[in-house]
């Protein structure tokens, strides 16, 4: 009697349990017909609410679990999504969507080896299943992007590694691997606001992602807001003390702005050999750092304005404006060079490019001085024909004159080559047009200040070098070349 009654105790423990256990089951497939009822209408968060319902109700059950994993999947959740397929699968190995969740799981999260093995579980299970076979072929796809864009990364082939990393994350849209790599290499192509904006994203996502404070912090530092970007590579390292990349760059960006600032300092101070020092061992610092090394190049070449050192300015400036097409410093700088070499066809190009970029009063007449110099250069030279200073006297215009044209007369040279009488006429017709305008106080004015010297009737063409000759040394008969000797003659004035 007393093994029956345990026996009735026992069965009667038992039925409510089995009653409870069926209406369990009876709810939690209520709860999975109305997540299936949102889902279909793309009300996810719903749908994911009554999925959980089911779970908390049958918690063994793979399909809530595969259900809630599909959800997430859709709410962008990946990594939540990724634990419930795990799940799925691990109640129920056979369960070929599970394993196929698991995989688009890892895929999207970067994760492209454990996606394949996934994949080719799902395929042991149905051969034929297409999906299966088009997601382990993008998995595959996926690894050798990465493979390529390692390879490509130390060829410093940065484009060619943003082209990988868009293709992978087409397929893998919540790797922040790949994103971090993407934004790091358009920061080095110089695409600051696309890199910025990736690694904001991550950040929006995830505050402490030390790869995401890095690359902001790599813009702001290429872009030469170098004591902000030390403050990303700060907080980066606070993240991640064996960063190595933010350790490396937040050295360097420390030594750059200390070596600029130093140089600066020097160059205030009027000590250009030691500014010239200090900009050279900042320019070795990164070359990657275009901005900072174009300003750093401006720098010196203007250091090596103020040691007249002008080609060398030339060279730096530039160096700079190869780095940075948009500098006007550098262009201004190097067009100044260019002036004051002589070299007015360099100068007029590049405050052209200028005056372009800015149109301002100062630089319109920056370019219209060039532009009046380049006139000058091509005129010739009547200060130089008759050997004189640009300030010089009417009475030393008229010496010179003397002297050049006794100097190169015809008749003087009557003796000599074919070749030596034509070019020594020549000089004697150039010496004469030289005193001619030099002489004349209008014509004088025109020709200093740049103006035509053929309008308003001054042709060049018009006059003869004898006549202006004759009239200086008091007309015709007023004087003559003697010989006194070999190669020697003697001027006898009547």
Known sequence: MAAAAECDVVMAATEPEL????????????????????????????AYNYYTKAIDKCPKNASYYGNRAATLMMLGRFREALGDAQQSVRLDDSFVRGHLREGKCHLSLGN??????SFQRALELDHKNTQAQQEFKNANAVMEYEKIAETDFEKRDFRKVVFCMDRALEFAPACHRFKILKAECLAMLGRYPEAQSVASDILRMDSTNADALYVRGLCLYYEDCIEKAVQFFVQALRMAPDHEKACIACRNAKALKAKKEDGNKAFKEGNYKLAYELYTEALGIDPNNIKT????????????SKLRKLDDAIEDCTNAVKLDDTYIKAYLRRAQCYMDTEQYEEAVRDYEKVYQTEKTKEHKQLLKNAQLELKRSKRKDYYKILGVDKNASEDEIKKAYRKRALMHHPDRHSGASAEVQKEEEKKFKEVGEAFTILSDPKKKTRYDSGQDLDEEGMNMGDFDANNIFKA???GPGGFSFEASGPGNFFFQFG
């Open 19 to 46: 009653l409870d256990d069926e209406e369990a089951k009876r709810e939690a497939e209520s709860f999975k017909e109305q997540g299936n009822a949102y889902y279909a209408k793309k009300d996810y968060n719903e």
């Open 293 to 304: 090394n174009a300003k750093l190049y401006c720098n010196r070449g203007t250091v090596n």
């Open 472 to 474: 200086f040394f008091g």
């Open 112 to 117: 492209a080896m454990a996606a394949c093995r």
